[in-house]
């Protein structure tokens, strides 16, 4: 069992529930640009990083920040900002490889693992979400 302190959070008011909205949105685009990784000949992870749904909606978790600091909401910011940045690096660093001659089946692997990497992680953020759980991190810091 966890027995450490879990963070407190202001309760959710009427007035922030179009920020759950909200959250739900961003989840739906970044739902949509993993989705149109899998039915399309792009990757997972080429249409996340570089998809307009998943540009719009980190652009929209920046945005909505500040509204959503202290409710359990600002967990599930983080989450997907950082999924979206992790996301990136690790995507710059498969390019990097396969500009390597004997990285290209390493980039691969990295390619496909990220992928799954992020499904996964817009799945399971926006299950918790439906949920009105928080995200929880291994630090439990939600900036």
Partial sequence: MDDAPQPQFRPIADSDSGLV???????GLHALSVL???LTSVTIIGAFVFGWPSIIAVILN???RDDAAGTFLATHF???IRTFWFALG?????WLLIFTLIGIPFAWML???VSIWVAYRVIRGWLALS???PMKFSDDDAR
């Fill in 21 to 27: 909205a909200w959250t739900h949105v961003i989840y």
């Fill in 36 to 38: 149109t990784g899998m």
């Fill in 62 to 64: 920046y945005i909505k």
């Fill in 78 to 80: 983080r989450w997907q």
């Fill in 90 to 94: 690790w995507t710059v660093l498969s």
């Fill in 111 to 113: 390619i496909v693992g």
């Fill in 131 to 133: 949920d009105g759980k």
